[in-house]
């Protein structure tokens, strides 16, 4: 057999901490902390499924020890032999042990205790062989124990001499084992897995319906954040694709619940301000270190240097090399934030498989089987529930890895979910815009989406009519992904069906789906075509309606539209409120929403001339509102801030008249931003 015995590496123990420590007690508290302890291992419950000859072993001798200490406790004196102290300190370590031996098991995953059995089995057995010999030595004569008392201890004594003679390893345990890796390594060599076989195995592993596969999906996740090694997470990965292949072909599509949320974006939370990248203020997914010390998204510095920058973004220094060093330790505590936060991390990173998955075969062959099991099921003639079911799992599929939305995108399940798209159905409307929502954070399958007959005009009908807000929500988040790439934001910035769907939703929605709305109206801002149509469609009256319930995302917006050009509109549509509203972000909203606030200020004055500054002069308290942010602020939030000072301070001394155009401002702001010290 290809696959070696030691295949699958021991899983990490998490004993307790007195699991290794002798114990600091009394001679009658050690007595009785030997009783609570051999009777808490001795009321657990034995493996059902696998080690259950061993568990229920070690367990039952556990009961016998703790009447053995019960009736010590009872009738012995306060002050043990020293022999006897030495011997029960030994054996309270002991118990510790087979104590968490037993907990650990049970939080095993099936599979992965299975692929455990010999290095588990071999710690019952040790465990059986070291509790024997402190038996053996056990002080009999020195307690002066009565004689039923003492029959027990040799009936003790006498099973575990039987255990350790009878060897460690079950055998059926074993064979199941055996059985598995030839699965694994006839599913790497794409044999597809018996069917027979396969219902055999997993009833033998008790995992007899969808449900329990799910769980055991999960359980199997759990298991890749508990390995440190990419080897142990590759196999770990193989398991769930197993796993998962079984719960389609034996038991069928799970039943999706149709108040399934998809994963929260960085946008629905206070991302914390080291975790963003001071070009993007984005969540940094690959965070590098430059020459200078500070550290930036991988793929915005790389833009940064690549248009002709030599300098550092935020400290201004010049770069000595162009070589970026990974940021691992901040990396690894933006992964356990967004896991915590229930935010996809490695979704951003396209391109990009992990390690885990690129380095399995066996892992990508079980998805691809997968994959072909279902999609093919979708081209047969099924009613809407069982599609349903069909679909919802390929959308989970979508979500879990690079190599899954390649598969799924190639093996033709785009245009299937195009016709879905369209269904009455309102779970089934709500799979298949997300499924698509997920294969499109691939940058390639963003291209299969634009290009597929149907698949783009099926998402924005959802934007435009969708059953439910959670069906818009996703389409309009699926139009955000698309708009990554900058040739399809200019495709879809030039359709009027898609700006007035996104503005109607960002209008009228829920909190989320408004949310999915702005943020791909953010994104067709950054193109200057689409800035017309977003005026014409009544984006600067929809900024207006959201400023009190979204206020980051609507600045967000706001600023990119004066940036881009409709600063007018923005006043006609304010009437002088403008500076009013923004000025009271400044004072009251998020550490973004005043970088964006400030950044907008900046462009209005800039693009507005002395009389929009001298409309932001007339704010009272303003300048103690700037002093502030250049203070406490974000990086960009105490630079937009300190240029406000600037531009505020320059139009009090009168510098700024009729003739005080933007390229006098912007030279005079580069004379004197050398004289300006932020506050400490």
């Not at 793929?299 to 990974?326: D, M, R, Y």
């Not at 989320?512 to 009256?541: F, P, T």
Request: overall charge neutral; proline content about 3%.
């Amino acid at each position: 057999m290809a696959v070696s015995q030691e295949v699958f590496p021991v899983r990490k123990r998490r004993p307790s901490l007195g699991a290794f420590i002798s114990p600091d007690f009394s001679d009658r508290n050690l007595l009785r902390a030997l009783f609570l302890l051999s009777h808490e291992i001795s009321t657990l419950q034995p493996m059902r499924v696998l080690l259950r000859k061993s568990s229920a072993s070690i367990i039952r001798k556990s009961k016998l020890i703790s009447i053995l200490f019960e009736e010590l406790v009872q009738n012995h004196e306060n002050v043990l032999p020293p022999s006897a102290a030495l011997c029960f300190e030994e054996l309270y370590i002991l118990l510790q042990r087979i104590k968490v031996l037993l907990e650990d098991c049970s939080s095993y995953s099936k599979m992965w205790l299975l692929m455990q059995i010999p290095s588990t089995s071999s710690s019952f057995y040790q465990l059986t062989v070291e509790l024997s010999t402190l038996l053996d030595i056990f002080p009999a004569r020195e307690l002066n124990l009565n004689e039923d008392v003492e029959e027990l201890l040799n009936l003790i004594r006498k099973q575990c001499s039987e255990k350790v003679a009878g060897g460690c390893v079950e055998s059926n345990d074993e064979n199941l084992r055996t059985e598995v890796l030839k699965m694994l390594e006839n599913i790497k060599r794409e044999i597809v897995p018996d069917h027979s076989k396969l219902s055999d195995i997993f009833e033998r592993l008790n995992l007899n319906d969808s449900a329990g596969c799910t769980a055991e999906i999960e359980n199997l996740e759990d298991e890749i954040q508990n390995q440190n090694d990419d080897k142990s997470k590759a196999d770990a990965v193989a398991l769930i694709g197993l796993v998962r292949y079984a719960k389609c072909v034996l038991y069928g599509a799970s039943t999706p619940r149709i108040t399934t949320r998809r994963q929260k974006s960085t946008a629905e939370v206070n991302c914390p301000a080291d975790f963003r990248c001071p070009i993007s203020l984005d969540l940094m997914r690959d965070p590098v270190v430059v020459s200078t010390g500070q550290t930036y998204d991988r793929s915005s510095i790389n833009l940064w240097v690549e248009s002709g920058h030599a300098t550092c973004p935020k400290t201004g220094q010049t770069l000595s090399h162009t070589h970026f060093i990974p940021n691992l330790a901040l990396k690894n505590m933006i992964a356990m934030w967004c896991r915590d936060q229930k935010i996809p991390f490695e979704s951003m990173e396209v391109n990009v498989k992990p390690n885990a998955v690129a380095l399995n075969k066996t892992a990508l062959e079980a998805i691809k089987m997968t994959v072909s099991f279902l999609v093919n099921k979708l081209t047969a003639q099924q009613t809407s529930e069982v599609i349903d079911r069909l679909v919802h799992e390929l959308r989970v599929l979508a979500k879990t890895d690079s190599d899954s939305r390649t598969c799924i995108a190639e093996a033709g399940a785009l245009p299937l979910l195009a016709k879905f798209l369209g269904s009455e159905h309102p779970s089934l409307q709500i799979n298949a815009v997300t499924t698509i929502l997920n294969l499109s954070i691939l940058e390639a399958n963003k291209t299969r989406i634009m290009e597929t007959d149907g698949v783009l005009n099926g998402v924005i009908e959802v934007l435009k009519s969708g059953a439910t807000w959670e069906a818009k929500g996703n389409a309009a988040a699926t139009i955000f992904s698309l708009t990554g790439v900058h040739a399809h934001r200019k495709r879809l910035g030039r359709k009027t069906r898609v700006v007035r769907a996104l503005l109607d939703l960002a209008r009228a929605g829920p909190t989320g789906s408004k949310r999915d709305a702005l943020m791909a109206i953010l994104n067709l801002a950054g193109d200057r075509e689409a800035i017309g149509k977003l005026i014409e469609g009544g984006v600067v009256d929809m900024i207006g309606e959201v400023m009190d319930s979204l206020v980051e995302e609507a600045v967000a917006v706001l600023e990119v539209v004066v940036k881009r050009g409709g600063l007018a509109a923005i006043a006609a549509a304010y009437h002088g409120n403008v500076v009013k509203k923004l000025t009271g972000v400044l004072r009251e909203g998020s550490d973004r929403a005043k970088e964006s606030a400030a950044a907008t200020l900046v462009n209005m004055c800039r693009k507005g001339g002395s009389e929009m500054v001298g409309e932001l002069a007339a704010t009272s308290g303003i300048e103690r509102v700037v002093w502030e942010i250049m203070g406490t602020g974000t990086g960009r939030g105490k630079r937009k801030a300190a240029t406000l000072l600037r531009i505020l301070r320059r139009w009090a001394a009168g510098l700024s008249g009729p003739q005080f155009t933007l390229q006098q401002h912007s030279t005079t702001l580069n004379m004197t931003s050398a004289r300006i010290v932020l506050p400490a």
